[in-house]
T-cell receptor, first 113, second 113 residues
């Protein structure tokens, strides 16, 4: 079983739709959870960063973490064509010098005008 | 958010030459810097981790003599691809860590002819 599982999609939605992106994980040592957005031929851009169970909202984006179920989500409201990108979940396990960032495979999202 | 820059953004070189890529954290001091490579439609693959003033730690399968990493300061790391060959053509992305957040550069596209 991989440490982080993410459906690669592709996911295609109409403009204005609510998008739900999800990852599951198996490593209980993961303490910090991120979502990155990567446009084609660009480096990943940090969108959301959380470290506790619950919801965190930033504009049209909401990150949700459920540590008991080992499940994280990113919701995008009122999706726009400019949201078309690959979304990567990422998780950090950190203890002393043992810092490690683990990515999901990424979900390719297309928002159609 | 914190900004990480890379230079150059793209480079074309002849087989057998060496190429240096610079990575800078512009508005923060990075505890650690990372180098990734990414092939088309694939996820990021960690190549090496470096801390300022110490030798880089390379991932399994990455040749340390081919991919030289120098972490001269808390804001600058360089990756030198020595004696580059066409199979080294890829998208190289650096990343810098501060606390439990990791920020990525825009990437450097290397094409070896």
């Amino acid at each position: 079983q991989k440490e982080v599982e993410q459906d690669p999609g592709p996911l295609s939605v109409p403009e204005g739709a609510i998008v739900s992106l999800n990852c599951t994980y198996s490593n209980s040592a993961f303490q910090y959870f991120m979502w990155y957005r990567q446009y084609s031929r660009k480096g990943p851009e940090l969108l959301m960063y959380t470290y506790s169970s619950g919801n965190k909202e930033d504009g049209r984006f909401t990150a949700q973490v459920d540590k008991s179920s080992k499940y994280i989500s990113l919701f995008i409201r009122d999706s726009q064509p400019s949201d078309s990108a690959t979304y990567l979940c990422a998780m950090i396990s950190s203890g002393g010098s043992n810092y490690k960032l683990t990515f999901g495979k990424g979900t390719l999202l297309t928002v159609n005008p | 958010g914190a900004v990480v820059s890379q230079h150059p953004s793209w480079v074309i070189c002849k087989s057998g030459t060496s190429v240096k890529i610079e990575c800078r954290s512009l508005d923060f001091q990075a505890t650690t810097m990372f180098w990734y490579r990414q092939f088309p439609k694939q996820s990021l693959m960690l190549m090496a981790t470096s801390n300022e003033g110490s030798k880089a730690t390379y991932e399994q399968g990455v040749e340390k003599d081919k991919f030289l990493i120098n972490h001269a300061s808390l804001t600058l790391s360089t990756l030198t691809v020595t004696s580059a060959h066409p199979e080294d053509s890829s998208f190289y992305i650096c990343s810098a860590r501060t606390g439990h957040e990791q920020f990525f550069g825009p990437g450097t596209r290397l094409t070896v002819l």
